[in-house]
């Protein structure tokens, strides 16, 4: 019995293993399917194949296509995420533990931890990894679903707002004012181009990829982002 009931669990745990990978692999394919094609123009079939899987393994795992697409955004936005989380989590605990005691961030500090992030975001928006993920949330942008939705809400507003109070703390400004929230998506979308632009960004610095040298560059230039970032009197 006890023989019995081993090669049972081992066996669920085989089947279990396969289909986290079978929907792994789908998740992956179907970014860079319905980037590259949109939602409309993404066939179960061409979805199916590219990940290599069962055409059934679709509704299996996701319900249709309409389920693997807010799925895909999901993982988009798990993984982003999961990339910035020592960074953000870095940030989030200061701000709790000066609130906890009564106190406010200072210039340098904020401008520290604002540093660290964007330094963070660039390495990930110029890897290569991230490029599958840019033509699908640059579909979404132009015409939201759901799936923007989902992103928006998981990763990109709560790290607009991480941003904004840094942002706020260095120009001694309310972070929710419309200045601030202007000038986060300015700082942000300036970090943003060299994936949402990446071709350009390449052709104008006569660069042919972006290695570990040139993502330094980058991230220093990030840096001196940071760091012009003052109150209207100090600018002056």
């Keep these: 019995m006890v023989e019995t009931s081993t090669r049972l669990t081992s066996s669920r745990k085989s089947r279990g293993d396969r289909g986290d990978q079978t929907r792994e692999r789908l998740l992956k394919a179907s970014i860079d399917v319905f980037g590259r094609f949109g939602f409309d123009g993404s066939t179960t079939r061409m979805l199916a194949d590219t990940a290599g899987v069962n055409l059934q393994a679709i509704p299996y795992h996701f319900g249709g296509k309409e389920g693997l697409y807010i799925a895909s955004a999901e993982y988009i936005g798990e993984a982003i995420s999961s990339h ?15 609130e906890a005691s009564g106190q406010r961030l200072t ?12 330094q963070t975001m660039i390495a990930l928006f110029v890897s290569k990894q991230s490029e599958p993920w840019a033509r699908f949330l640059i579909r979404e942008q132009m015409e939201p679903t759901e799936a923007f939705s989902r992103v928006y809400g998981g990763v990109m507003k709560p790290m607009l707002e991480l941003v904004a109070k840094l942002i706020g703390a260095m120009l001694k400004e309310d972070p929710l004012s419309a200045h601030v929230r202007l000038r986060t998506l300015s700082f942000v979308g300036s970090i943003l181009i060299y994936r949402m632009a990446h071709a350009a960004a390449l052709a104008h610095l006569g660069w042919n990829n972006v290695g570990p040298t040139e993502v330094r560059t980058l991230q220093d230039v990030a840096k001196e982002l940071v760091d012009s970032i003052r109150p209207q009197e100090q600018a002056t």
């Design 84 to 98: 910035v989380s020592h960074a953000r989590d870095e940030v989030r605990g200061r701000l709790a533990e000066l």
């Design 107 to 118: 210039r340098e500090e904020a401008r520290s931890h604002l540093a660290l992030i964007a």
